[in-house]
């Protein structure tokens, strides 16, 4: 009992400003990860191209290519058709006639020669003449001296002229050009490229 009571006692003996003794708990602050800072907005070479992922949602941006600009078609056309013509528009060149001669007598290269012929299963040397003139709707006269005279003679000959031997003429060909024609010579041989020989006159056909 006497314990108790100076326990009690005790307890009574403890002055009443004790009780201004109990530690006042101070506010805690926000941490500061909480504290909001205004964020200055992106200018328009740092805004990002593509919107960010967020979270696990799966979402992703995409970045959309910028438009090209279209190319009108009369553009294209204008250019092309100043670069260059139609070709339906375009006109053949012809061949000259000297060489039309020239590449239809070196066509019949190695035809024999044959005593009056005409054909291309054999010639004498008038006759070949006239099929090759006749194959660029040129007519010429059978023989050699009707041919020479059919022409006009000329001192400078040029290509696709005939030679003429003799007069009145037994031989023709047709001057090739460099001192050379082609002629159908005499029996047992053929159309061929050959010197021409001494004595030689040339007609050009009218």
């Given at each position: ?66 438009p090209v600009a279209a190319v ?12 260059r013509p139609p070709l339906a ?70 290509v696709g002229d005939l030679v ?43």
């Amino acid at each position: 009992m006497i314990a108790v009571s100076g326990g009690m006692v005790a307890s009574f003996a403890i002055p009443a400003s004790a009780a201004t003794l109990t530690p006042t708990l101070a506010k805690p602050k926000a941490p500061a990860a909480t504290q909001v800072l205004p964020i200055a907005a992106p200018t328009a070479a740092q805004a990002p191209l593509v919107s960010p992922s967020f979270g696990d949602i799966g979402f992703s941006g995409v970045a959309q290519p910028k438009p090209v600009a279209a190319v009108s078609r009369a553009t294209i056309s204008g250019s092309r058709s100043a670069s260059r013509p139609p070709l339906a528009n375009a006109a053949p060149v012809p061949a000259p006639v000297s060489s039309g001669v020239l590449g239809i007598a070196a066509s019949l290269a190695g035809v024999p020669y044959v005593y009056g012929g005409t054909t291309t299963s054999g010639f004498d040397c008038s006759g070949y003449t006239q099929y090759v003139f006749n194959r660029l709707g040129i007519s010429l006269p059978r023989t050699a001296e009707e041919q020479r005279q059919a022409t006009t003679r000329v001192s400078t000959p040029q290509v696709g002229d005939l030679v003429f031997f003799g007069s009145p003429a037994y031989h023709v060909g047709i001057y090739a050009g460099n001192g050379m024609m082609w002629d159908s010579p005499t029996t047992g041989k053929s159309v061929a490229l050959r010197s021409i020989f001494a004595g030689a006159t040339y007609g050009r056909v009218k």
